[in-house]
């Protein structure tokens, strides 16, 4: 039987690995055929690096970067779709993933038919982990998976559960002297969480692909080692197809029954 295939969707280099890369490592283990895609080459990010003084520049790295955090990972293929960084505010750049609606929901089209997934996981539309590029890529792979998968395939929101938001936020401040932590809105609300999948055994990879983005300060940093295992070793994902019966969380993805 051929192996089943993973899609999983992202806006940016670097949120396949800070955001699931446990899960895409684990499922690659596993013998899933894994293939990530990017919206963007993320040339609006920061560069912690400070090597490269265009955001032309800084896209090229940041492709490289993603193709080898994903060799890291196991994943057979990744995509860039080839729109623009929007950036996090401010009037969206002309080509951008915010900016071009039509051009995203086109290039996502072309992606999911190419591959014919049985899984595809998408970031969060309710954009609970903050990127208006994060939401914009989940509302868009959301909408053309309902338009166009006419074949067995399961949808999945890779979210950031606001349980792990506040820790992480609550972690920041107490660092900070003089920093009174008044509690935050972000994350996806913990009860909306369909799936729970335990990547511990695949956690050092994901390490490993996190160091190949080496123009991004890794978010963990700051954090403690309990906290940056929670974040990086277990992904927490909302099952939007098929519907979600209630009960108790599922430990794997569903993938459709040959
Ligand atoms: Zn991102």
Redesign the pocket.
């Known amino acids: 039987m051929p192996a089943h295939t993973l899609l999983v969707v ?3 280099p ?2 396949e690995s800070f955001g699931c890369g446990a899960l895409i490592a684990g499922e690659a283990a596993r013998g899933v055929d894994v293939v990530v895609a990017s919206a963007s080459r ?1 040339e609006l990010g920061e560069d912690a690096s400070g090597l490269h003084p265009s955001p032309a520049m800084l896209g090229a790295a940041r492709e490289v970067e993603m193709r080898r955090a994903a060799r890291v990972l196991g994943a057979s293929r990744v995509e860039i779709l080839g729109l623009g960084d929007s950036g996090w505010d401010g009037a969206a750049p002309s080509g951008s993933i915010v900016a071009e609606p039509e051009r995203l929901h086109m290039e996502l089209t072309r992606l999911l038919e190419a591959h014919r997934p049985d899984v595809v996981v998408t970031m969060d539309p309710s954009g609970s982990d903050g ?1 208006r ?2 939401a914009a890529v989940a509302e868009a792979t959301t909408a053309v998976f309902g338009d166009r998968v006419d074949w067995p395939a399961a949808l999945y929101h890779w979210c950031m559960p606001h349980s792990i938001m506040d820790d992480w936020l609550r972690e920041i401040a107490a660092a900070q002297p003089d920093s009174v932590y008044a509690g935050t809105d972000m994350g996806r609300p913990d009860d909306h969480i369909t799936t729970i999948v335990d990547g511990t055994g695949v956690a050092e990879r994901v390490w490993r692909a996190i160091a190949e983005h080496a123009t991004q300060d890794s978010p963990f940093e700051a954090i403690s080692a309990e906290l940056a295992h929670r974040f990086v070793a277990v992904d927490h994902l909302v099952r939007i197809h098929p519907a979600w019966p209630g009960g108790p969380h599922e430990r794997a993805l569903s993938y459709p029954s040959p």
Do not use: E, L, N, S
Request: proline residues 0%; glycine residues 12%.
């Open positions: 992202v806006a940016h670097d949120d993320g990127h590029d994060h």
